[in-house]
């Protein structure tokens, strides 16, 4: 099944399908897990409120493990996920859409991996499913590459932080694409990030960031996202093997 792993202000997708069921799931992880089973395309796809229920935890306190292990139960082997993120190019404007191939992680204190007890070395080389990314970037007008920062948050970032991650090869910043994506990876599940901008990145805008600016701008994206992730969808197979799914082969001490 395909799953959908929705961030903030993408309710508007839950609210343009019907729901088909909705699944309470216990995990190891952490209980009472809430899932759309919606229709997308005559697709069954199972959607997550990555911040739970109303939008109430916040990017740092977010449970991925729970939410990934939740998705693995119900069968879930190809992850589209949204993510909400300012923009660190003047190229790149509130509004638009990037499809991330690649993130480098400045996050800590996370539980960022599913192996504590065992010896597991997941290549990451490439973290984002080739196909997945193939079915979003012929899907709408959107900037196919770029770096995503991953900050741990909640607070936005400094000047110096901006200065330093657009030095690095930053393309876009934000607080929850890791360890969401490994933990995708380490259940060999295809996963792909749908960036939304929603502002430019603070030092960028010649004003304060605020929180209604991403709202708003997440507000006047979601048609074309909503468009965007469906016609992904259309697109992918889920019987479709490809290397996301031997990823553990040769991972294992
Ligand atoms: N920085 C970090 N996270 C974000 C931003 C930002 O500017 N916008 C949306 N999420």
């Known amino acids: 099944m395909i799953g959908l792993i929705g961030g903030t202000g993408t309710k508007s997708i839950l609210d343009n399908y019907d729901t088909i069921e ?5 995990t190891k992880y952490g209980k009472s897990l ?3 089973i919606i229709e997308v395309e005559s697709k069954k796809v199972a959607y997550m409120p990555r911040h739970s229920k109303g939008h109430s935890v916040p990017p ?3 449970n991925y493990r729970a ?16 993510n909400a993120v300012g923009s660190l190019d003047t190229n790149i404007k509130p509004g638009d859409i990037l499809i991330a191939d690649n993130f480098i992680d400045f996050t800590h204190g996370r539980n960022n991996t599913f192996f504590d007890e065992e010896v597991v070395h997941i290549d990451a080389t490439k973290p984002f499913c080739d196909d997945l990314r193939s079915n979003l970037t012929s899907s709408g007008d959107v900037h196919p590459y770029g770096v995503y920062i991953s900050t741990q948050g909640p607070r936005f970032e400094t000047k110096a932080e901006i200065d330093f991650y657009r030095l690095i090869g930053g393309k876009v910043v934000g607080m929850t694409l890791t360890p969401e994506v490994i933990l995708a990876r380490e259940k060999q599940m295809c996963y792909a990030s749908v960036c939304v901008i929603s502002n430019y990145a603070a030092s960028i805008s010649p004003t304060k960031l605020t929180i209604s600016e991403v ?9 074309r996202l909503i468009n965007l992730i469906a ?13 996301c799914q031997s990823i553990l082969d040769d991972a294992i001490i």
């Not at 990934?68 to 992850?79: P, R, Y």
């Not at 701008?217 to 048609?223: F, P, Q, T």
């Open 60 to 62: 740092h306190k977010i």
């Open 34 to 36: 809430e899932i759309s």
């Open 231 to 243: 016609s992904a969808i259309k697109k992918t197979d889920t019987d479709y093997v490809c290397e």
């Open 67 to 82: 939410n990934i292990e939740a998705l693995d139960m119900l069968g879930v082997n190809k992850v589209f996920a949204t």
């Open 22 to 26: 909705t699944k309470t799931i216990d």
């Open 215 to 223: 709202s708003e701008a997440m507000d006047e994206a979601s048609e």
